[in-house]
């Protein structure tokens, strides 16, 4: 049997805003100090009964939130952990990743940071193996296409952490390809690179639907990479 596929929503944005601050992501200098605690990262879709992706939180030095989910009020959930954010980060671009993004935006004042800035809402362009600062981490962003074509995952060697958007879940699920701009080949492809990158002693993936894992999480990347095959 298949794995269970997490359904994701179709694509979209919201207007493009001005950029309101001057982006602070690039690192030149701050360097990691260990893994991340749970409590660092925090995700504000959690216990949400609509349709969202998954918001995560990740507070530290430079606070900055992952997706903004939709069909929620992400703004409040927020202000219960910060009181100011740096940046909003996009692991890509389907609507319930981005409903919210004109919300955020607004109500902290910051730039939305993705792959693609010709994209309505995405104010600044994240490249392919561009190092930016989340929390107190430096993440490398690795563009991993197949479910949607502007699609990033964010790993840091030294957190043990990665966030993988829509790419991979728990138990050998995977991302949808049969909405606009998905490829099984792509797909495979890019859960391989992932694989490659990360460190077999991963503590933590975070996911952009369902529960985050932190129990052998290269184990279910692995499983991921199987089951995209066999599927």
């Not at 100090?33 to 504000?44: E, Y």
């Not at 800035?117 to 430096?138: C, F, K, N, Q, Y």
């Not at 499983?223 to 995209?228: E, H, Q, T, W, Y």
Request: net charge negative; aromatic share 6%.
């Amino acid at each position: 049997m298949g794995p269970v596929v997490i359904p994701i929503g179709e694509s979209g944005g919201h207007p493009k805003c001005p950029p309101r601050r001057t982006p602070r992501l690039r690192v030149d200098t701050h360097k990691p100090i260990g893994r991340v605690p749970l409590a660092m990262i925090a995700n504000l879709a959690q216990g949400v009964q609509v349709f969202t992706s998954n918001v995560f939180l990740v507070d530290g030095d430079r606070p900055v939130v992952i997706d903004t989910g939709a069909n929620f009020d992400v703004v409040a959930a927020a202000r219960n952990h910060v009181d100011d954010l740096e940046a909003v980060i996009l692991t890509h671009t389907h609507r319930d990743h981005v409903g919210n993004l004109a919300a955020v935006k607004d109500a902290f004042g910051v730039d939305a940071w993705g792959f693609d800035p010709s994209i309505d809402g995405v104010d600044h362009a994240i490249d392919d193996e561009a190092t930016v600062r989340l929390g107190d981490h430096e993440y490398v962003a690795l563009h991993t296409p197949g479910h949607k074509n502007d699609h990033l995952c964010f790993y840091s060697e030294s957190a043990g952490v990665l966030f993988a958007g829509d790419l991979i879940f728990q138990n050998g699920s995977f991302g949808r390809t049969d909405l606009e701009e998905g490829d099984r080949a792509t797909l495979i492809e890019s859960i391989d690179r992932v694989r490659e990158r990360i460190d077999p002693d991963l503590a933590e993936m975070h996911t952009g639907h369902g529960p985050s894992v932190t129990t052998d999480p290269y184990d279910h990347v692995e499983l991921s990479a199987r089951m995209a095959r066999q599927s």
